[in-house]
């Protein structure tokens, strides 16, 4: 399974502490995918975007956000530059010949027996997964979050609220990809954001880690970039 990792260029730092990481629990088919600057960030980055007040109220369907969110202000910069990055790794992972990729920001981290639970993860991997989170971003559990009390030799488990839990970290299909990338535009809202709404909008089968894989940098170790 051939891995990418979304990096904002200024923040290297990240990519000495991954690349290595990565490489001594086994991971070693890593592409780093280098996204723009937030700072030129111009008109033609922003085609696709949009801040439409309708869009935003139809997005409150499906995910939570504020009602009069804007994506095309300017302090919502490192959130474009951020999708744009995931976009381009999607895209990537589409133009592919593996059915399945792993996707992480450049401030993941990997936690305690990753070798162990990443095998027993491929192992039992569910055959109709369409993307699983691998972090327990916002602080979402299994147990808290959907119900589920985990299991022994298990690790994914299927959300049946078909939600992201940030993009920290995440495997998805290339086929879910194509889906993503057919109907991703215009877009609205941050990545998970609109995550939300493609994977409820396509009944996607999503499943989130327990126990989790990774950890994000930017809740412990690094100041976070977007905010």
């Known amino acids: 399974m051939k891995s990418y990792i979304c990096h904002y260029p200024k923040l290297k730092e990240r990519l000495s502490y991954l690349m290595p990481a990565l490489g001594m629990n086994g991971i070693l088919d890593v592409s780093v995918v280098h996204g723009i600057d937030r700072n030129d960030i111009g008109p033609n980055e922003q085609v696709g975007f949009s801040n439409d007040r309708n869009l935003v109220k139809d997005r409150l369907n499906y995910t939570i956000c504020p009602y009069n969110y804007d994506i095309l202000s300017d302090s919502e910069k490192p959130v474009l530059a951020n999708f744009l990055t995931h976009i381009e790794i999607w ?3 589409v133009d592919s010949k593996e059915e ?11 936690l305690d027996d990753f070798q162990t639970n990443w095998q027993i ?6 055959l109709n997964r369409d993307i699983a989170y691998l972090h327990e971003g916002c602080g979402m559990t299994v147990e808290k979050n959907i119900g589920i009390k985990p299991e022994v030799n298990k690790i994914l488990y299927e ?8 993009c920290c970290s995440y495997i998805v299909s290339k086929k879910f990809c194509e889906r993503i990338l057919s109907d991703l535009y215009p877009i609205a809202l941050g990545v998970d954001h609109e995550l939300n709404y493609i994977q409820k909008k396509h009944n996607a089968n999503v499943y989130w880690a327990s126990p989790p894989l990774f950890s994000e940098g930017s809740t412990y170790e690094y100041k976070s970039s977007i905010r």
């Open 159 to 166: 959300c049946h609220r078909r939600e992201s839990r940030t």
């Open 121 to 126: 993860l491929l192992e039992t991997f569910p």
């Open 100 to 110: 399945y990729a792993l996707v992480l920001e450049d401030d993941a981290r990997i």
């Open 91 to 93: 895209e990537k992972i």
